[in-house]
Nanobody, 125 residues
Framework: QVQLVEFGGELVQAGASLRLSCAAA????????MGWFRQAPGKEREFVAT????????YYADSVQGRFTISRDNFKNTAFLQMNSLKPEDTAVYYC??????????????????WGQGTQVTVSS
């Protein structure tokens, strides 16, 4: 079992940066692939970024490639999403998720077993 809690969402202006954190409770955090997803109002939840258990491999959605960076600290049981050059279209509730497929880069939400409650990011123009 892994319990996830996201932090760091807030209202910012376009061009600003934010770092989201995902704190995990559970002894097996380091074995999980972690992912970030987001859901904008009126839209389906979409994949943002994923990182393997040891942090050596990452993968991003085209819409955030080059602006967002996913990372993790297995000693602190925490995953991060650094978001730079934010745009109004990045406005969404951001969710972190954990998948037991620790060696895979997982982009499909059905392969994630555990989810946080989400944190709101709002980017004003």
């Amino acid at each position: 079992q892994v319990q996830l809690v996201e932090f760091g969402g807030e209202l910012v202006q376009a061009g600003a940066s934010l770092r989201l954190s995902c704190a995990a409770a559970g002894r097996t955090f380091s074995s999980y692939t972690m992912g970030w997803f987001r859901q904008a109002p009126g839209k389906e939840r979409e994949f943002v970024a994923t990182i393997t258990w040891n942090g050596t491999s990452t993968y991003y959605a085209d819409s955030v490639q080059g602006r967002f960076t996913i990372s993790r600290d297995n000693f602190k049981n925490t995953a991060f999403l650094q978001m730079n050059s934010l745009k109004p279209e990045d406005t969404a509730v951001y969710y972190c998720a954990a998948s037991p497929r620790g060696s895979w880069l997982v982009t499909v939400e059905n392969f994630y077993d555990y989810w946080g409650q989400g944190t709101q990011v709002t980017v004003s123009s």
